[in-house]
């Protein structure tokens, strides 16, 4: 069997060698320095944005941020790295006169737009190779996303206001449909107590024709006593009496008859007065309806009119930023230290490779041997 790993001779080996590890670190540092040295310097600047909650919401609401609340706000992202704002801001800083890149390739190069986690502030970084410009293009973007967001609420608004005032005018009209109506119904119901003075007119009538038909019976009826006793005690003046009964008999009737057209008259009118009273009370309550619906949609008006602006959320610029003094591209410590790693790993692993096939064993003469690595 194979020696097992021996550590200290591993440690030799690599003491032994110390020179590769030296070459292959020197010339990965002084590569990787003259390269960073040659490559564009490119500047990062960067502009904060802070999403803050509806001016009219409640302020205890606005302090207890859930994290889907959070969430919805990456939505802005989106708004502040539209192709129409970076658009604006090619054309304005001339970004496109030394390439032909397409905008979508370029965007992604220059402009970076994040939310900061667990906050309500977004992050809006440019990158160019010169400061100036880059600072220039990152406050453009975030003046432009606000521009673009206050457009978009005030577009919400009149939308919302365009159709408070369809509603408000459909009021108006039902409101003064239904107050020319009430008007009409009033001056057909102005006649109403002439009709009223006419009904206890009649009314007093019927009771005086009742009276007199009453009478008249009573009358007829003491006559036809009088014909009995009349035709007891003298024949010859029976005709008189039987003359003068007829007659009572016949006022009695008409009489009656009378009453009878005077009641057919009076149900006739106090349908009319009813039916006039019920008319007048309709329009009287839809022109109170008519009138509250109007109020209603007038308030309405009025809320969303005073609310304008104040329902989205609001973005402001937390902090503008300055032009940027350092280059972000290429960051040349950075670069050294990952290639200085990188040619260690790489003269460590060949070390190892190497010490690994000086140890792989030989078997001279049916014999078999393991070849200790030479120190």
């Known amino acids: 069997m194979p020696d097992p790993f021996d550590g200290r001779q591993y440690l030799a080996h690599l003491r032994s060698h110390w020179r590769l590890p030296a070459v292959v670190l020197a010339t990965a540092l002084a590569s990787t320095l003259v390269v960073s040295l040659l490559l564009p310097k490119k500047y990062t600047a960067r502009v904060l944005l802070v999403i803050e909650p509806p001016a009219g919401s409640d302020v205890r609401a606005s302090t207890a941020v859930s994290p889907v609340y959070l969430e919805s706000l990456r939505t802005y992202e989106h708004l502040a790295s539209s192709d129409q704002i970076f658009a604006k801001a090619a054309e304005r800083f001339r970004l496109r006169a030394n390439t032909s890149k397409p905008l979508e390739k ?69 409101l003064a449909a239904a107050g020319a109506a009430f008007l009409g119904t009033r001056k057909r119901a102005s006649s109403s107590e002439a009709l009223r003075f006419e009904l206890d007119r009649i009314g007093d009538l019927r009771v005086e024709i009742a009276r007199l038909a009453l009478t008249s019976e009573l009358a007829a009826a003491d006559e036809e006593e009088r014909k009995k006793t009349v035709l007891m005690a003298d024949g010859t003046q029976l005709e008189g009496v039987q003359s003068h009964l007829q007659s009572l008999r016949n006022r009695a009737a008409r009489l009656r008859r009378e009453e009878a057209n005077l009641e057919r008259k009076t149900d006739a009118m106090q349908k009319d007065l009813a039916g006039r009273e019920a008319e007048l009370q309709a329009s009287e309550t839809e022109f109170d309806d008519a009138r509250a619906v109007r109020e209603q949609a007038q308030k309405r008006l009025l809320e ?10 609001r973005l402001n610029i937390l902090d503008p930023g300055v032009p940027p003094e350092r280059p972000s591209s290429p960051n040349i410590p950075l670069n050294l230290f990952v290639a200085g790693v990188l040619g260690l790993l790489l003269a460590l692993l060949c070390l190892t490779i190497e010490f690994g096939l000086r140890s792989v064993p030989v078997a001279p003469a049916g014999e078999r041997r393991w070849v200790a690595p030479r120190t």
């Open 304 to 313: 969303l009119q005073s609310a304008s602006g104040l329902r989205g959320e």
């Open 106 to 174: 370029l965007k992604n190069e220059v402009l970076r737009v994040s939310i900061v986690r667990n906050t309500k502030v977004m992050e809006i970084t440019a990158t160019l190779p010169n400061p100036n410009p880059a600072h220039d293009v990152a406050l453009f973007v975030a003046e432009q996303t606000i521009k673009l967001n206050r457009e978009a609420n005030r577009a919400d608004d009149e939308e919302l206001i365009a159709v408070a005032r369809t509603g408000l005018d459909e009021a108006r009209r039902r």
